[in-house]
């Protein structure tokens, strides 16, 4: 017997990301961090939390201390990429637990007006509560610098390039 090693990362990989995004891992990920921030004993004064993949807690009257969050998206706003989503009996759960991490938030930061309307519309948040920041520095005069940016190079950061209007951007540029 001789495995098939590449054949079985694929099929671990596959089994992985079926249960990255259940309601089951969700509250895995809260529990840690909720053990993790009793843990230091209220030794910090605000919790930032980037995502809405778990909570800081899920017992929130514990926590005693107010957490933001910061967010480029909503699982509302990525059914649009069925890969991005959990699976069908496992989107209300999942959609349950992401509203009561905004609910119980002090301050919910998001990267565009997208996000910012999701979190409003579709788990009923107030909309003083949702701030839309940007993502990266917001300057509002570029800092003198010795480089020259008179040439074609363009600097892609993250993931999913296709889906985030990457090759859009680029026949734009032409």
Known sequence: FRPNIRKWKKGFSEKLKALYKTSWVFLQRSRFC???????????DLILQISGMFSPALDFEKLNKPYVTFHDYTT????K??????????????LRLEKGLYKNAS?????????????????????????TVGCGFNLDEIPNSPKSYDGKTILF???????????????AFK
Do not use: C, M
């Open 157 to 171: 950061i993250g993931i999913f390039f296709d889906s985030k209007g990457g090759y859009v951007l680029l026949d």
């Open 81 to 94: 990429y069925p890969s991005w989503v959990p699976s069908h009996s496992q989107l209300e759960k999942w």
């Open 34 to 44: 909720q053990k993790k921030i009793e843990k230091l004993n209220s030794n910090f």
């Open 107 to 131: 301050l919910i930061f998001t990267t565009n007006e997208n996000a910012r309307r999701s979190i409003i519309n579709d788990y009923g948040i107030v909309g003083e509560k949702v701030i």
């Open 76 to 79: 509302a706003l990525a059914r």
